[in-house]
Structures are given as structure tokens and as C-alpha cells.
């Protein structure tokens, strides 16, 4: 099954694919993604890295953006990471 299908569940190891994407997490932060970790920005301009493998960092993940487009969102924290159905390489191209 294609992960960029709708509804479908993703695991941390597919973010793999969406390498560079945008993810915005629970708590407000954004970061980009650098499979297995997203860089985070402070308040102070110091860049964090978070893993993404580890379960409780992946279950704060919110929403994943490529090119400006919705492809994984999750409702509430305790939600599966589900895909949207959106960026697929023929609808970005």
C-alpha cells in the first residue's frame, strides 16, 4: 500500500519519505524535518534537534507540510499519524 494514500497510518520510519518536509507539533513549534530528527528554533535562535524515533517526540507531531501541502495530520496526541491522501509527486509536479 502506498503511504501517501489516504487514511493511512504512519510510522516514524516513513517519514523517511517526506525528508525536508515542515512538521508543526502539538505544542506550537515548527521544525524541519532530517529524517530521524526534525531541527527545532528556540526562543533564543538555537537549533534543536529532535528524534523522531523515540515515541513520545513522534506522538507530538501535529501535522506534516511538503511543499505547502497537508499530507499527515493527527487529531489529538493519542491519535494515529494519519495520511491525508494530499502530495503525491504527481499533484506537486
Request: charged share 35%; aromatic share 10%; glycine share 6%.
Amino acid at each position: 500500500m502506498d503511504i501517501r494514500a489516504k487514511d493511512f497510518i504512519l510510522m516514524p520510519r516513513h517519514l523517511r519519505e517526506f525528508n525536508h518536509a515542515h512538521v508543526e507539533f502539538f505544542d506550537g513549534k515548527n521544525g524541519k524535518l532530517f529524517y530521524p530528527y526534525v531541527m527545532t528554533k528556540r526562543k533564543d535562535g538555537r537549533i534543536i534537534p529532535v528524534m523522531i524515533e523515540k515515541h513520545d517526540n513522534f506522538e507530538r507531531i501535529h501535522k506534516v507540510f511538503v511543499t505547502r501541502k497537508l499530507v499527515a495530520e493527527r487529531k489529538t496526541t493519542r491519535t494515529p499519524l494519519r495520511s491525508t491522501g494530499m502530495g503525491r509527486e504527481d499533484e506537486i509536479s
